[in-house]
């Protein structure tokens, strides 16, 4: 089975912009995974930040966006806050009728 | 308002059954796709299974294939996830989401616990 990597850990300056990568063990991520990203802080259920691996929820901040790039997904996060310190977690698609999260990425704000 | 309520988390036998619940309500529940997911204690998100409105088909992952099962009752706008055969493993808080494949992911609910223990 397909496996979805993230970075384990990311730290960004307040203020500062900051990348986050998701990559799939069966090559390129296109628009066929539907890529997913999801915020998570501490003690409480995820949110959806990123749909179709581009498009935004009307409760997204506008600083957050997504992408392709590099046979990747990506979400980047221009203008961080401290209330972006969180877990963030992809989501991708496969035509074998399963998904797969990545293991995450604990951004810490500084 | 979307809300996505679920219930029927308890503490099960290693070999149980148990049936969560997630209650809809704020949009066309007969229409959308959903899904649930599981979060072990201190570890990630791991997708579980969907209903798709898209195909009328149930995916699972492997780990829970034969074990699980999605269903829903229109009627009562409800979302139920069979839980049999129940494993240590399968501890977790699961989370109803509004989604799946045809329907895109946007709302969870809080989640509810099941632990698996002896």
């Known amino acids: 089975q397909a496996v979805v990597t993230q970075e384990p850990s990311l730290t960004v300056s307040l203020g500062g912009t900051v990348t986050l990568t998701c990559g799939s063990s069966?090559?390129?991520?296109?628009?066929?995974?539907?890529p997913y990203w999801f915020q998570q802080k501490p003690g409480q259920a995820p949110t959806t930040l990123i749909y179709?691996?581009?498009n935004k929820h009307p409760w997204t901040p506008a600083r957050f966006s997504g992408s392709l790039l590099g046979g990747k997904s990506v979400l980047t996060l221009s203008g961080a806050q401290p209330d972006d310190e969180a877990e963030y977690y992809c989501?991708?698609?496969?035509?074998?009728?399963?998904?797969?999260f990545g293991g995450g990425t604990k951004l810490t704000v500084l | 308002e979307v809300q996505l309520v679920e219930s029927g988390g308890a503490l099960v036998q290693p070999g149980g059954s148990l049936r969560l619940s997630c209650a809809a309500s704020?949009?066309?529940?007969?229409?959308?796709?959903m899904s649930w997911v599981r979060q072990a204690s201190g570890k990630g998100l791991q997708w579980v299974s969907t209903?798709?409105?898209?195909?009328?088909?149930?995916l699972y992952a492997d780990s829970v294939k034969g074990r699980f099962t999605i269903s829903r009752d229109t009627s009562r706008n409800t979302l139920y996830l069979q839980m049999d055969s129940l494993r240590v493993d399968d501890t977790a808080i699961y989370y109803c989401?509004?989604?799946?494949?045809?329907?895109?992911?946007?709302?969870w609910g809080q989640g509810a616990l099941v632990s698996v223990s002896s």
């Open positions: 209903y798709s409105v898209r195909d009328a088909k149930a």
């Open positions: 989401l509004k989604g799946g494949w045809g329907t895109i992911f946007d709302y």
């Open positions: 179709n691996a581009s």
């Open positions: 989501l991708l698609f496969y035509n074998s009728g399963f998904a797969i």
């Open positions: 069966t090559g390129t991520v296109t628009n066929d995974h539907y």
């Open positions: 704020g949009f066309i529940f007969s229409g959308s796709g």
